[in-house]
């Protein structure tokens, strides 16, 4: 099979193909143009892999074009967050980093362009007067009181707005299409506003700012975009995106098409709201691994091929739906599980005392990392008489399904030997804290001789060359699949979306963690250590990315 007959399909691709077979276009060009005001969650994800994706399997070009036309809204560290989310993805843009801001000369021409041709004119209405002007969807809007002004005066009031010589919210520069259109979008739309806000790109050079949907198209057609790629709710817009584009002298033509935009089970994919709980503290940040950006899943341990694995296998349609959380997780489950390496932590620890292991005895004991990829390799565990396993692992009594330790029956410490527990101590609490056992000396990588086999394999670690280490317990952040359709998002929270477990006990190899590296603990789950963690050998802080499996159905019922 061909490279091409191994690729996704879908009708974007079919729209490509067939205007690459017509001749309409040589060659495909297209663009990631976020708005940076916030941090780019996996809906953005998903556009990143699709806009790319393509560039990359019809040999074009993909530019990364920052939409800046909001300066009171946006950040140059939203700028640095959003390069380094593509380039962790997996991908490269085409050339220099674009800005929309970098074309404001030329879509002032393009604004002056339709004034002359008698297209655009300065509205003195104000916000609420616009408004009411706009009309309804059920009844036509009427034409603004200026709206017949002349050309010369338009230009020359266009010409003190851009002088700063008007004042914000008194003016505003508005296309003249149709007022009584059944579109909004189309009634008279505002393309130019004043702002006197300093933009992180141009300084203190523009008083005025065009409009997202005005500059947009403009930006696409300066770029030589054959193929604008766009989530469904610009749907409607695509008819002014082709007004502005039919009336002004373009070097190009873009065309615009939609695809549904991600909804993803227990998340919110509005940056408004999920700016709402960065400012409001609710999370700790806009990389709190609870969030759903893509720097909360690269500090939770998520993987890039994970993400590209996801957005390929939830397609790209016209159809909205909500995606089932579980899709995503299996989709890093399966990443981890072939190639997270193994390692042991000890996350409520009880002591394991060995009682006819001699006295003052160490041993290094060999573990594979991987149980069934030798490629990634041994690493040197140290074992002792004295052990720290879960307080889970342990109980005085227990029916056969239990395949732990329990008094009078062995198990296999995981790379070790087999143990049978004898008696246990208790504080005044009756909390187990420490468990006696003995060992079978001949059972390092084999079974007992007498042809017993132990039921089941506990984790450890050793208490004196162990580690102490913070470990963060991530689940969902909301207790209901949509919370978007809540009427107050913030009553299903889930009080219980973060869980701290601070003197947890992990293996002396985890000193050499490094940020983000997967590891599965052993029946544990998946975690990395996180990107915040500075000083591996006094502040260990790992972040679960993923349970084992799926438990949140069970918790939910």
Same mark, same amino acid.
């Given at each position: 099979? =061909?490279?091409?007959?191994?690729?996704?399909?879908?009708?974007?691709?079919?729209?490509?193909?067939?205007?690459?077979?017509?001749?309409?276009?040589?060659?495909?060009?297209?663009?990631?143009?976020?708005?940076?005001?916030?941090?780019?969650?996996?809906? !953005?994800?998903?556009?990143?892999? %699709?806009?790319?994706?393509?560039?990359?399997?019809?040999?074009?070009?993909?530019?990364?074009?920052?939409?800046?036309?909001?300066?009171?809204?946006?950040?140059?560290?939203?700028?640095?967050?959003?390069?380094?989310?593509?380039?962790?993805?997996?991908?490269?843009?085409?050339?220099?980093?674009?800005?929309?801001?970098?074309?404001? @000369?030329?879509?002032?021409?393009?604004?002056?362009?339709?004034?002359?041709?008698?297209?655009?004119?300065?509205?003195?209405?104000?916000?609420?007067?616009?408004?009411?002007?706009?009309?309804?969807?059920?009844?036509?809007?009427?034409? =603004?009181?200026?709206?017949?002004?002349?050309?010369?005066?338009?230009?020359?009031?266009?010409?003190?707005?851009?002088?700063?010589?008007?004042?914000?919210?008194?003016?505003?520069?508005?296309?003249?299409?149709?007022? =009584?259109?059944?579109?909004? &979008?189309?009634?008279?739309?505002?393309?130019?506003?004043?702002?006197? $806000?300093?933009? !992180? #790109?141009?300084?203190?050079?523009?008083?005025?700012?065009?409009?997202?949907?005005?500059?947009?198209?403009?930006?696409? *057609?300066?770029?030589?975009?054959? !193929?604008?790629?766009?989530?469904?709710?610009? #749907?409607?817009?695509?008819?002014?995106?082709?007004?502005?584009?039919?009336n002004v002298s373009v070097p190009s033509i873009p065309h615009q098409y939609e695809f549904s935009r991600l909804n993803l089970e227990y998340t919110l994919?509005?940056?408004?709201?999920?700016?709402?709980?960065?400012?409001?503290?609710?999370?700790?940040?806009?990389?709190?691994?609870?969030?759903?950006? /893509?720097?909360?899943?690269?500090?939770?341990?998520?993987?890039?091929?994970?993400?590209?694995?996801?957005?390929?296998?939830?397609?790209?349609?016209?159809?909205?739906?909500?995606?089932?959380? =579980?899709?995503?997780? $299996?989709?890093?489950?399966?990443?981890?599980?072939?190639?997270?390496?193994?390692?042991?932590?000890?996350?409520?620890?009880?002591?394991?005392?060995?009682?006819?292991?001699?006295?003052?005895?160490?041993?290094?004991?060999?573990?594979?990392? !991987?149980?069934?990829?030798?490629?990634?390799?041994?690493?040197?565990?140290?074992?002792?008489?004295?052990?720290?396993?879960?307080?889970?692992?342990?109980?005085?009594? *227990?029916?056969?399904?239990?395949?732990? %330790?329990? /008094?009078?029956?062995?198990?296999?410490?995981?790379?070790?030997?087999?143990?049978? $527990?004898?008696?246990?101590?208790?504080?005044?609490?009756?909390?187990?804290?420490?468990?006696? &056992?003995?060992?079978?000396? @001949?059972?390092?990588?084999?079974?007992?001789?007498?042809?017993?086999?132990?039921?089941?394999?506990?984790?450890?670690?050793?208490? #004196?060359?162990?580690?102490?280490?913070?470990?963060?317990?991530?689940?969902?952040?909301?207790?209901?699949?949509?919370?978007? *359709?809540?009427?107050?998002?913030?009553?299903?929270?889930?009080?219980?979306?973060?869980?701290?477990?601070?003197?947890?006990?992990?293996?002396?190899?985890?000193?050499? $963690?490094?940020?983000?590296?997967?590891?599965?603990?052993?029946?544990?789950?998946?975690?990395?250590?996180?990107?915040?963690?500075?000083?591996?050998?006094?502040?260990?802080?790992?972040?679960?990315?993923?349970?084992?499996?799926?438990?949140?159905?069970? /918790?939910?019922?």
């Amino acid at each position: 099979m =061909s490279e091409a007959e191994n690729r996704p399909t879908n009708f974007i691709r079919q729209i490509i193909d067939a205007d690459l077979a017509s001749g309409k276009h040589n060659s495909v060009q297209t663009r990631f143009p976020p708005e940076p005001n916030g941090f780019l969650h996996i809906g !953005h994800a998903k556009a990143i892999c %699709l806009n790319f994706g393509i560039a990359q399997d019809y040999n074009g070009l993909c530019n990364l074009r920052f939409d800046d036309t909001n300066p009171e809204k946006e950040d140059i560290d939203y700028v640095h967050a959003i390069k380094k989310d593509v380039q962790w993805l997996g991908f490269e843009w085409a050339g220099d980093i674009r800005y929309s801001s970098g074309y404001f @000369d030329e879509l002032h021409g393009f604004a002056v362009e339709l004034i002359e041709k008698g297209l655009a004119y300065v509205c003195f209405l104000n916000g609420e007067e616009t408004r009411e002007y706009r009309g309804t969807l059920n009844k036509p809007g009427k034409n =603004s009181p200026y709206r017949d002004t002349s050309v010369e005066e338009n230009l020359a009031l266009f010409e003190k707005m851009k002088n700063g010589e008007c004042q914000e919210g008194e003016c505003s520069l508005r296309a003249k299409i149709d007022m =009584s259109s059944s579109f909004m &979008c189309l009634r008279d739309p505002i393309i130019y506003r004043v702002r006197f $806000a300093h933009h !992180h #790109q141009t300084g203190d050079k523009w008083c005025i700012y065009p409009m997202y949907d005005f500059t947009h198209c403009l930006s696409d *057609a300066i770029e030589g975009i054959t !193929h604008s790629i766009c989530t469904l709710e610009f #749907q409607d817009n695509r008819r002014l995106y082709d007004w502005v584009i039919d009336n002004v002298s373009v070097p190009s033509i873009p065309h615009q098409y939609e695809f549904s935009r991600l909804n993803l089970e227990y998340t919110l994919m509005s940056k408004r709201k999920l700016n709402i709980l960065v400012e409001e503290k609710l999370v700790d940040g806009w990389d709190d691994p609870r969030m759903p950006t /893509i720097a909360a899943f690269r500090r939770r341990g998520y993987t890039p091929a994970s993400l590209r694995e996801f957005a390929k296998r939830i397609g790209v349609t016209k159809m909205e739906n909500t995606v089932e959380i =579980s899709v995503l997780e $299996a989709c890093i489950r399966e990443d981890l599980n072939d190639n997270a390496p193994r390692a042991m932590a000890v996350l409520e620890p009880i002591k394991l005392v060995i009682e006819n292991y001699p006295a003052g005895k160490t041993e290094a004991l060999t573990v594979k990392n !991987h149980p069934s990829d030798e490629s990634q390799g041994t690493r040197i565990v140290p074992f002792s008489g004295e052990l720290y396993i879960e307080a889970e692992d342990f109980r005085e009594e *227990a029916n056969k399904k239990y395949k732990r %330790l329990v /008094i009078d029956k062995a198990v296999r410490l995981r790379g070790a030997y087999v143990v049978t $527990a004898t008696r246990c101590d208790k504080d005044e609490q009756g909390n187990v804290t420490t468990v006696y &056992c003995t060992y079978n000396e @001949d059972t390092l990588g084999k079974n007992p001789t007498d042809g017993t086999k132990p039921k089941g394999v506990i984790h450890w670690v050793d208490v #004196q060359k162990s580690l102490t280490a913070t470990v963060r317990l991530y689940e969902r952040l909301f207790t209901v699949p949509n919370p978007a *359709a809540e009427t107050d998002f913030h009553s299903v929270m889930n009080p219980e979306s973060l869980t701290v477990i601070n003197n947890a006990r992990v293996e002396p190899s985890l000193a050499n $963690a490094k940020a983000e590296q997967a590891y599965q603990f052993e029946r544990q789950g998946y975690f990395c250590l996180d990107n915040e963690c500075l000083d591996n050998t006094s502040n260990l802080v790992f972040n679960r990315t993923v349970g084992l499996r799926d438990t949140w159905a069970k /918790i939910a019922k």
